[in-house]
C-alpha cells in the first residue's frame, strides 16, 4: 500500500535510552524511504535530531490517552516500545485502547523472550516482566493485528552491567553463576521491528524470540571480549547481594533495579540458556555476536589493545 494511503508509521520511545530500538527504527524506517512520525517524551537535543533526520517529531505522554490519540491517530502501522517502567502495563492497554478506537493495520509490540516461559501458574519476581506478560494478553483479547517481538537481554545491557569492570579491572562482573546466555543486540532487534513494519501482513499475529547466534557461559563471553579487544578479559561470578547492592548504590529506580536482580536470578537459573532464529527469519542476516558488538564498543569497554 502506498506511503499516502497508510500515512506516516508512528514509532514509540523513539528518542531512545538504554537500548534505543525506537530510536534505530525511525532511522531504518527513513532509510527505506518511509514517512515516520516520532513520539518522543520531552523536546530535547534528541527530537532536535530526529527532526533532522526526516521525521515528524510528536512530543507527548504514553500515559495520557489524548496524547496517544493524537500520535496514532492519521498513521496505520505503529511500533509501541518505551523503557521499562512501573506503569508499562498502564501504557500498553492505553495504546490497545486508542488503536481499537481508530484501528491500525499493524501493531508491532515490544516485549521480552521471558515472556514465552511464563503463565499463571509460572511467574517470575519481576514486575516489568509481568507486566509484559499481561500486556501481551490484553493485546490478544483486543484482537488488533499484532505481530509480537520477544527479545532476550539486549547487548546493550551488558554494556550497561559489565563495561566498568572490563574497562578497571579485566573483569566481567556479574552473578549469572554457569548459567549460559545468548544476548541480542538492539540493532538487531530494530532491524526486525523495521522490516515488520515495511510489510506487516505476512506476521500479523505472530511471536518472535529473538536472541544472538549462540549461547555460551560467561568463561566463553569474557573469551569473546577478550579476543575483540585482544588483551585478557575474564569473568568473575559475583554473589547476586553484592550485584543488587551495586544497582541500589547507582541509584537506580527501584522498578528497574528489581526487574535487573530478577535478571540476574534467572540467569544464575540457567533460564537464559536459549536460541532462537527470528532475526535471522525476519530480516535474512545473522544476529550479531558478542565479539561483533565488543569491537563496535572497544572504546566503553576500554579500548582495543593493538
Ligand atoms: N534492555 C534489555 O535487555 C531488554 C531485553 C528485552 C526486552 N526489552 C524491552 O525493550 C523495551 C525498552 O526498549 P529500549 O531499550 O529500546 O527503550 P529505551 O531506549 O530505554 O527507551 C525508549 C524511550 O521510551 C521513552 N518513554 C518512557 N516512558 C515514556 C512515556 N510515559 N511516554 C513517552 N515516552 C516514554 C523514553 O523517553 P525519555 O528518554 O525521554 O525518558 C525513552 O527514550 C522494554 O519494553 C523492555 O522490556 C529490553
Same mark, same amino acid.
Given at each position: 500500500m502506498s506511503a499516502e494511503r497508510t500515512g506516516p508509521i508512528l514509532v514509540t520511545g #523513539?528518542? &531512545?535510552? %538504554? !537500548? &534505543?530500538v525506537g530510536r534505530t527504527v525511525v532511522d531504518l524506517l527513513l532509510a527505506r524511504g518511509l514517512p515516520v512520525r516520532a513520539l518522543v517524551r520531552r523536546e530535547d537535543e534528541r527530537a532536535t535530531a530526529l527532526r533532522a533526520a526526516g521525521a515528524e517529531v510528536m512530543v507527548g505522554d504514553l500515559l495520557e490517552p489524548a496524547d496517544v490519540y493524537r500520535a496514532v491517530r492519521g498513521t496505520r502501522r505503529v511500533y509501541f516500545g518505551m523503557s521499562v517502567s512501573p506503569e508499562y502495563l498502564e501504557a500498553t492497554v492505553t495504546m490497545a485502547a486508542v488503536a481499537r478506537e481508530l !484501528?491500525?493495520? #499493524?501493531l508491532v509490540n515490544m516485549s521480552q523472550m521471558t515472556v514465552s516461559e511464563m503463565s499463571v501458574h509460572d511467574t517470575t519476581p519481576s514486575r516489568q516482566q509481568r507486566q509484559h506478560w499481561l500486556g501481551e494478553q490484553a493485546l490478544a483479547w483486543s484482537s488488533l493485528p499484532v505481530v509480537t517481538i520477544r527479545p532476550t537481554i539486549f547487548l546493550e545491557s551488558f554494556l550497561t552491567l559489565a563495561a566498568a569492570g572490563v574497562r578497571d579491572r579485566g573483569r566481567i562482573e %556479574?552473578?549469572? !553463576?554457569a548459567g549460559k546466555t545468548n544476548p541480542v543486540a538492539a540493532a538487531d532487534v530494530a532491524r526486525v521491528v523495521a522490516e515488520l513494519l515495511a510489510d506487516p501482513s505476512p506476521h500479523l499475529g505472530r511471536v518472535y524470540e529473538l536472541t544472538g547466534p549462540g549461547s555460551q557461559d560467561m568463561h566463553g563471553f569474557a573469551r569473546e571480549a577478550s579476543d575483540a579487544l585482544n588483551r585478557e578479559v575474564t569473568y568473575a561470578d559475583i554473589p547476586p547481594e553484592a550485584f543488587e547492592a551495586g544497582l541500589r548504590r547507582a541509584g537506580l529506580p527501584e522498578h528497574v533495579a528489581q526487574h535487573v536482580v530478577t535478571m540476574g536470578e534467572l540467569h544464575r537459573a540457567g533460564r537464559y540458556d536459549r536460541l532462537a532464529d527470528g532475526v535471522g527469519r525476519v530480516t535474512g542476516l545473522p544476529a550479531m555476536g558478542v565479539r561483533e558488538f565488543v569491537s563496535l564498543h572497544a572504546d566503553e569497554f576500554g579500548g582495543r589493545r593493538s
Open positions: #523513539a528518542a &531512545g535510552q %538504554l !537500548g &534505543g !484501528g491500525v493495520d #499493524a %556479574l552473578p549469572f !553463576g
